[in-house]
């Protein structure tokens, strides 16, 4: 399984981006996948997961109601849309995957074997 992070880039305070994570190698049924950030000087932290399922989703408290995690079965992708982006969601955005055959489960681990490479988001006035 590989991922593939794209749709960063910079945008004013405010402002709405939508990252995807697309897999090859491997459909992502039975995966969960988490989001991650990491700042400039600071530990990666969990940003929002989605059990295989689609069925659950959770968010970190500094993005919830701002961000929304969805997966696309059909084309292996998982979204995140980011709105009222803030200057502290600025980082590298990191998309992973742990397989389980709970198909509730939604965690965000960073013990994830699967890791994408990364796409910068930059929130810049």
């Known amino acids: 399984l590989q991922l593939v992070e794209s749709g960063g880039g910079l945008v004013q305070p405010g402002g709405s981006l939508r990252l995807s994570c697309a897999a090859s190698?491997?459909?992502?049924?039975?995966?969960?996948i988490g989001w991650f950030r990491q700042a400039p000087g600071k530990a990666r932290e969990g940003v929002s997961c989605?059990?295989?399922?689609?069925?659950?989703?959770n968010y970190a408290d500094s993005v919830k109601d701002r961000f929304t995690i969805s997966r696309d079965s059909a084309k292996s992708t998982v979204y995140l849309q980011m709105n009222s982006l803030r200057p502290e969601d600025t980082a590298v955005y990191y998309c992973a995957a742990i397989y389980t055959t709970n198909q509730a489960m939604c965690i965000m681990t960073q013990l994830s074997p699967y890791w994408g490479q990364g796409t910068q988001v930059t929130v810049s006035s």
């Open positions: 190698g491997s459909t992502l049924e039975n995966y969960n």
């Open positions: 989605i059990s295989s399922s689609g069925s659950n989703t």
